[in-house]
């Protein structure tokens, strides 16, 4: 039976890939703790994950009520290296959540297959909307986990932003 109430993101055990749903209809996915819990700058400049739904893969829900920086991603050469690469600093967040009903793998199917209509060009390129589009579509529909949407569309984490 559900129990709704307010927890942070090292209190559950996510059973992994995760798979995040932002207000502006956009799809991330996260494959494990470490991935969730870091960002880039401008996700947390703009808030980016205020308001995101994260569903892990066995259906359960939870609503992203703020998100705190804790500190810098990693060990110090790994960062002076990767900055020197990328010149994005990685910083590691801890979300404050609240429980929500589960969805059914349907329902999330229906919420991604939203998110790609309303953001095409995340998906195919502009010649491609009548052809990759649906290919892409139907492809999540035909999913037979949560965990295969994850690996269907290769989906993207906030590391970079």
């Not at 956009?26 to 994260?54: A, H, I, S, Y």
């Amino acid at each position: 039976m559900f129990q709704g109430g307010r927890v942070r993101t090292t209190e559950i055990d996510f059973h992994f890939p995760v798979l995040g749903l932002t207000t502006d209809k956009d799809v991330w996915g996260f494959p494990d703790l470490e991935r969730l819990t870091k960002c880039g700058p401008r996700t947390l400049r703009d808030n980016m994950q205020d308001r995101m739904e994260l569903v892990d893969a066995d259906g359960r829900r939870w609503l992203v009520t703020s998100v705190r920086r804790t500190g810098r991603a990693g060990p110090l050469l790994s960062r002076w290296f990767r900055s020197l690469l990328t010149g994005v600093p990685q910083y590691r967040i801890e979300h404050e959540l609240d429980s929500l009903e589960p969805f059914t793998l349907q329902h999330i199917q229906q919420r991604v297959c939203e998110a790609m209509q309303a953001h095409p060009d995340f998906w195919c390129d502009d010649d491609e909307r009548e052809t990759v589009l649906p290919e892409r579509l139907a492809e999540v529909k035909a999913t037979p986990t949560i965990s295969a949407i994850h690996q269907v569309l290769g989906l993207d984490t906030f590391e970079g932003y």
